[in-house]
């Protein structure tokens, strides 16, 4: 019985930690329509899980360009919910600012710059609430690095 209690255990923590966040498009929760999934920090294309589809890693409050773990391969990194292009951390370099659920362009935090809103997992464009303007959906709970990456993954890559 012990064992068996072991098991199943073992069995829930494996599936736990291998667990997919998948992101859909629009307001869909079909599987035909996922753009990408995040599995451990990683990126990968569509519902893959293939490292040859990972689009981009998360490791710490750095985005990383697909597997790569060197600085020169730094797309994004976050401090502070600004977010900097490469390694840089020069306010010029700031790209998007994410504060409130709102995401800002660059520096700003003025109603008229935002560029998406964040609410119950849905992203809107600009400062809308309406349902036929969420962009995608993201089925579970993410970190700003988790959001900075799946942002990436869809706006650059589809």
Do not use: P
Request: proline letters at 0%; hydrophobic letters at 30%; aromatic letters at 12%.
């Amino acid at each position: 019985m012990k064992k068996l209690i072991l098991l199943v255990t073992i069995l829930l923590a494996s599936l736990s930690i291998s667990a997919q966040t998948k992101v859909y498009k629009g307001t869909s929760s079909y599987s035909g329509d996922v753009l990408c999934n995040i599995s451990n920090g990683k990126i990968y294309k569509k519902t893959s899980s293939y490292s040859g589809d990972i689009i981009c890693t998360v490791s710490g409050s750095k985005i990383y360009k697909g597997t790569s773990s060197y600085s020169g391969d730094i797309l994004y990194n976050i401090s502070d919910g600004k977010v900097y292009k490469g390694t840089s951390s020069y306010s010029g370099d700031i790209v998007m600012t994410i504060k409130d659920g709102k995401v800002y362009k660059g520096t700003s935090s003025y109603s008229g710059e935002v560029i998406a809103t964040i609410r119950d997992g849905k992203v809107y464009t600009g400062n809308s609430s309406y349902s036929g303007d969420i962009s995608f959906t993201i089925a579970d709970y993410v970190t700003i690095e988790e959001f900075v990456a799946i942002w990436h993954a869809v706006k650059y890559t589809y």
